[in-house]
């Protein structure tokens, strides 16, 4: 007799995206109340989030976060999130207020 498959929730596939996306929104509104800087720091923190959610989940788990391997994913996404909190960070001239 075999054990009957275990199915995930439809939802359940693209939590990790929506995590990642919700993560990205505030960065923009964040964006758009005039705190760029702010903003900018959390679409950065939400590409390393995706790549902590790619290290800690199988593949089909991550769901639309799984883009190639996941070593490229995760050298991807972290490489990006660190760049753009990078120059976040770096720009000279402004309040880290603003």
Do not use: K
Request: hydrophobic share 55%; aromatic share 6%; net charge positive.
């Amino acid at each position: 007799m075999t054990t009957p498959q275990r199915r995930r929730h439809p939802v359940l596939a693209h939590l990790p995206f929506g995590m990642v996306l919700a993560v990205v929104v505030l960065g923009l509104v964040r964006i758009l109340l005039y705190h760029w800087r702010q903003g900018t720091v959390l679409i950065g923190a939400a590409l390393i989030l995706a790549a902590a959610l790619r290290v800690l989940l199988r593949d089909d788990q991550a769901g639309l976060i799984a883009i190639r391997s996941r070593g490229v994913d995760v050298l991807t996404y972290g490489g990006f999130g660190v760049c753009v909190m990078a120059v976040a960070l770096t720009i000279e001239g402004f309040d880290l207020e603003n």
